[in-house]
């Protein structure tokens, strides 16, 4: 795979899906986003709960989340609809994204006059945006374009045996043939700094691969306390895991062998291609997010015990680590890395994800897309409300 | 026979054991190669592929995880019971 038939953007990104999105920059907005959503079909809300009463690293987080959420490739337009008295502002949002050549609108509920009137012209404006969607075209796209993003959610004492290696067979693949690859959730990385460090292009990358893990791990016990160091439990020694190394290869497999080319922030856009490392949670939805927000088109999530959970505009393609759970949640599940149980190879695992992946790019449907398990966006939150 | 072992890595001198393996029972690997269990090795652990002497690595997921406190031999289960996981 040299090519793939893709949406390309006016800032030379390329989407495989050519989607108009409603984006509320506060959550007061959200029903209106709903209202006109509901007249236009087609147009996807991106609904979430935040925009207004945070402050810290948070106000300008969640601004450059949502801002970089606009820019993702798959979204072909966007309208912003903000209330008029948020922190976050929508104005914001909108300049950021037309930065970014990308087609966008904006409309404020209390300008308009309340939000039957927003409603009203935020029809007229998705119908308008969907019709320019339906001037785009897709074109050949070198690979480069492509931005992989790696999730795992509901493991199981499986998911590090077969799931999570046969992505990381894709993985390497992927980065072989010349597309970037983002691993995140900084806290499944516990216990393996010295190893990733090794992977590290070069010395300062190194660095911050150690200071991401160091700084999540801090985090960790402020959280949870004396708990932080029983991260590898009776429970996991019993399943065969004998250290947190172990536990945590488990997970960093996803990214299979290849260097790291550079460490980013949650929801920074990389500047490198290749495997990227991105600071975030674990938590599934709000590190799902961060992938869209770096500009990733899809999304391989592995999982154990069966999340149906997809993502508004990112295909999200779910491995799942046993033939019992995948037979139990067929309809949520594009691929059974339970086989490899039954004596099937890594290596077959892998073949068959890009198979899937180049299916995917041009067009066919995750079960999580037919399913519609769009959710909400979910914004990584690190301070408490006022 | 059809393996009852899996190698992650090619690297790995550990593979996992994808059934309860019994002492002195066939372990069977992904390439046919076949030899005895020295220990009951339960279904999701470690199974040692060569013989090693106490310090060497142990490599899963192409990574050392630990090193071994004894000798081991072909065919040993590996856990926390033969791992110096002191430091860790």
Not at chain 1, 14 to 40: D, K, Q
Not at chain 1, 313 to 331: G, R
């Amino acid at each position: 795979m040299q090519t793939f038939m893709g949406y390309e953007r006016a800032d030379g990104t390329a989407g495989i899906r050519n989607l108009v999105a409603i984006l509320p920059s506060v959550s007061c907005a959200n029903p209106v986003v709903e209202a006109i959503a509901r007249e236009v079909p087609g147009v996807v809300p991106l609904l979430h709960g935040h925009g207004c009463g945070r402050g810290g690293c948070d106000l300008p987080g969640h601004s450059g989340t949502l801002q970089n959420i606009c820019k993702n490739p798959n979204l072909s337009a966007v309208l912003v609809v903000g209330l008029g008295c948020e922190s976050l502002s929508a104005a914001r949002i909108e300049t950021v994204t037309a930065v970014a050549n990308r087609r966008v609108e904006r409309i404020m509920i209390q300008e308009a006059g309340g939000s039957g009137k927003a409603t009203a012209r935020g029809i007229e404006i998705a119908k308008e945006l969907l019709a320019f969607a339906a001037t785009q075209e897709r074109t050949p796209q070198p690979i480069d374009k492509l931005i992989i993003g790696l999730e795992c959610g509901g493991s199981d004492a499986f998911s590090g045996i077969t799931a999570n290696p046969g992505v990381g067979v894709a993985s390497d693949r992927l980065v072989k043939m010349g597309a970037s690859v983002i691993l995140t959730e900084t806290t499944e990385m516990i216990g393996t700094s010295h190893i990733l460090a090794k992977r590290a292009v070069d010395e300062k990358v190194a660095a911050q691969l150690v200071a991401m893990i160091t700084n999540q791990e801090k985090k960790t016990q402020q959280v949870l306390g004396p708990m932080a160091k029983r991260i590898i439990s009776p429970g996991n020694q019993d399943g065969g895991m004998s250290c947190i190394q172990e536990k945590a290869l488990g997970c960093i497999c996803k990214a299979g062998s290849s260097p790291i080319n550079q460490v980013t922030a949650y929801g920074e856009i990389p500047s490198q291609k290749g495997l990227i490392v991105m600071d975030g949670p674990g938590y599934d939805t709000e590190s799902m997010t961060g992938l869209a927000a770096a500009g990733a088109q899809i999304i391989i999530f592995t999982t154990g015990r069966g999340n149906p959970i997809g993502f508004p505009f990112v295909p999200v393609i779910k491995v799942v680590s046993t033939s019992k759970v995948y037979n139990h949640m067929k309809d949520d599940m594009d691929i059974n890395a339970g086989t490899v149980l039954e004596g099937r190879g890594i290596e077959s695992v892998g073949d068959e994800i890009i198979t899937l992946i180049e299916k995917v790019l041009t067009g066919e449907q995750t079960k999580a897309e037919l399913n519609r398990q769009n959710g909400i966006l979910c914004l990584y939150t690190q301070t408490t409300a006022f | 026979m059809k393996p009852n072992v899996i190698i992650i890595h090619p690297k790995d001198n550990v593979g996992v054991a994808l059934t309860d393996i019994h002492k002195d029972e066939s372990i069977v690997l992904p390439d046919g190669e076949a030899f005895p269990a020295l220990a009951d090795i339960g279904f999701s652990h470690k199974v040692l592929l060569t013989n090693i002497s106490r310090g060497a690595d142990i490599i899963k997921y192409g990574e050392t995880i630990a090193k071994v406190g004894q000798d081991l031999r072909k065919g040993d289960w590996v856990h926390v019971h033969n791992l110096n996981l002191e430091g860790e």
